[in-house]
């Protein structure tokens, strides 16, 4: 079985110019989250979706970054214009459902800097 | 809301040696408690977790974990640590709705 798909594993982009990410979950998953991890640091929950619904995205900084899940299948993070403390890892979870039994599984990550 | 402190930020132990990773969780209900590796360059890989029941988890890769609620803590143990298991290992607590909570990690490295 796959497990969960992300790209571009690294980018690097100037600041101000905008940057998008690609997530698609294992097959099935309902659930699907977005995450940042600045350098020494744990994820934190950016946004989290059921099917095509986000039902968590009280993290998100909503005046530059951006999320949709189209068809409740694949999803892309934005942000625009990217700022220099963006620069972190962005990893996508999924999980058959949202419910605390759930295991969420992590794709590997995308890797951003910004200069 | 839930957190979790990792106090170890790095932690070095020789291949054959035992391994105690703490973790200790804040969280007014029931908690649910995980542990997480990640290897360099690649995604979190579940290690084990709690959600009730017996208090001492098995994982996988030779991991347990036991929680002790008297001590609000969940803390990670391998018997004998081999080369392969040098990581960044999480905590996490998480709620109802599946809302996880991570610590800060502990890096560990292991000595030869």
């Known amino acids: 079985e796959a497990g969960v798909v992300q790209s571009p594993r690294y980018k690097i982009i100037e600041k101000k110019q905008p940057v998008a990410f690609w997530c698609n979950p294992i097959s099935g998953h309902n659930t699907l989250y977005w995450y940042r991890q600045n350098l020494g640091q744990g994820p934190e929950l950016l946004i989290r979706?059921?099917?095509?619904?986000?039902?968590?995205d009280s993290q998100l900084p909503k005046d530059r970054f951006s999320a949709e899940r189209l068809k409740g299948v694949d999803s892309t993070l934005k942000i625009q214009p990217a700022e220099l403390g963006d620069s972190a890892v962005y990893l996508c979870?999924?999980?058959?459902?949202?419910?605390?039994?759930?295991?969420?599984?992590f794709g590997p990550g995308t890797r951003l800097l910004v200069l | 809301a839930q957190s979790v402190t990792q106090p170890d930020i790095h932690i070095t132990v020789s291949e054959g040696a035992s391994l105690e990773l703490r973790c200790n969780y804040s969280y007014g209900a029931t908690p649910y408690l995980f542990w997480y590796v990640q290897s360099p360059g690649q995604g979190l890989q579940l290690l084990l977790k709690y959600f009730s029941g017996d208090t001492l988890v098995q994982g996988i890769k030779g991991f347990e974990a036991e929680f002790k609620r008297s001590q609000s803590s969940f803390n990670l143990r391998k018997p004998s640590v081999h080369w392969s298991d040098a990581a960044e290992y999480f905590c996490?607590?998480?709620?109802?709705?599946?809302?996880?909570?991570f610590g800060a990690g502990t890096r560990l490295t292991v000595k030869p």
């Open positions: 979870a999924s999980s058959l459902g949202q419910e605390y039994q759930e295991t969420q599984y």
């Open positions: 979706y059921e099917n095509e619904e986000a039902v968590d």
């Open positions: 996490a607590v998480g709620s109802n709705n599946n809302d996880m909570r």
